[in-house]
């Protein structure tokens, strides 16, 4: 009898990341000892290997009670069998092993909440991809490195984010161009929570940047199609590890990288990448970017390290004043985004994810 189980679209997403080698070194989802070492320590289970967020399949209680080792389950999405896992062990995820990835339990947080969803019994093991179609428009770690390789660039800054290109973020790319031979925009497509951007906007956004604005052979922009896990310091980190997979040399991490809704202090992910720095070598250089702003002296987006003017002159380019612009349909102020990428959003059907 064939031991079948469903995944939903964030695992089958996981699979296949797994599989490409953007979450290199997995060959699988995690057994048990990966999964403790990753929400004790930080590290698979070698001890050196930096790896900071469990990347684990959730199965029924009924399919969790028949697996033993070396069997073979069969998972299925949308009716189709696209791969099969050589059974390691299984395991169960507690509130505690949560909380110690999200530093919370709290059910507003929305990592909290969807992995709440889940079914806490888990089973690890390698993956072997019986349905190759899952594949297709992934992005892939070859291509990427062979892309980069190809343009003769020798360092590349990796930029994460869910959100369409204000004029901070724009400043923090601009800064990254001048220390890196060129800009790799790779935002966040995957599952995100209700009231988060869609992917057209950030895409549409991130397009009439690159085409009005930036030197086209020195930027690369594909989306990366994995969840947002709202996990804060942590995700920074493996923000940071999957863009190394991808051929990045470098990678910002601001303010509340990862964060949401004030579970995380402002610069806890750059604490967090300090303190991993210095006990481990992550294979790329990690760029710890204080918040910039406008500074109405200046007249221009600045930070705390290169301007006098913070307690006076300081204005936030504040992301829930863009969104409330939106929301109302009318142009946000120019000095929180350029009208040129506003325009173009405002005439978008869907801007925000319901």
Request: proline share 4%; net charge neutral; aromatic share 10%.
């Amino acid at each position: 009898m064939e031991l079948r189980c469903e995944i939903d679209a964030e695992t089958l997403q996981d699979l296949i990341n797994i599989k490409t080698g953007l979450l290199e070194p997995l060959d699988g989802f995690m057994g048990y000892d990966d999964f403790i070492s990753v929400v004790d320590n930080m590290t698979l289970a070698d001890g050196k290997t930096v790896w900071t967020i469990p990347i684990t399949l959730n199965v029924s209680k009924q399919i969790f009670k028949q697996c033993k080792r070396d069997m073979r389950l069969s998972l299925y999405y949308d009716g189709i069998r696209c791969a099969e896992l050589k059974m390691k062990d299984g395991f169960i995820m507690e509130d505690r092993h949560l909380e110690k990835v999200f530093r919370t339990l709290n059910p507003a947080h929305p990592g909290v909440a969807k992995e709440k969803t889940r079914s806490p019994y888990r089973v690890g093991g390698r993956i072997s991809v019986i349905d190759p179609a899952i594949f297709y428009g992934a992005l892939n770690p070859a291509v990427t490195k062979t892309h980069f390789k190809e343009m003769g660039w020798r360092t590349v800054c990796g930029f994460q984010t869910r959100n369409p290109i204000h004029n901070a973020h724009e400043h923090l790319q601009r800064v990254a161009l001048d220390l890196c031979d060129a800009l790799f925009i790779n935002p966040i497509t995957g599952w995100k929570k209700a009231g988060d951007f869609t992917e057209e906007a950030v895409v549409t956004a991130y397009e009439k940047m690159i085409s009005e604005f930036y030197p086209k052979d020195r930027i690369y922009f594909a989306g990366l199609k994995t969840q947002m896990r709202y996990a804060g310091p942590r995700e920074a980190v493996f923000h940071a590890i999957i863009r190394k997979n991808l051929g990045c040399t470098h990678f910002i991490i601001g303010r509340d990288h990862a964060g949401v809704g004030g579970f995380y202090g402002s610069y806890d992910a750059h604490a967090l990448a300090r303190e991993i720095m210095e006990r481990h070598d992550l294979g790329i250089e990690l760029l710890l970017f204080n918040e910039p702003y406008y500074c109405s002296k200046c007249g221009f987006i600045v930070t705390n390290k290169t301007c006098a003017h913070e307690a006076t002159h300081r204005t936030e380019v504040s992301g829930t004043i863009i969104r409330e612009c939106m929301i109302e349909k009318r142009l946000p102020p120019e000095i929180l985004m350029r009208p040129e990428i506003s325009t173009e959003l405002l005439n978008l059907d869907k801007i925000f994810i319901e």
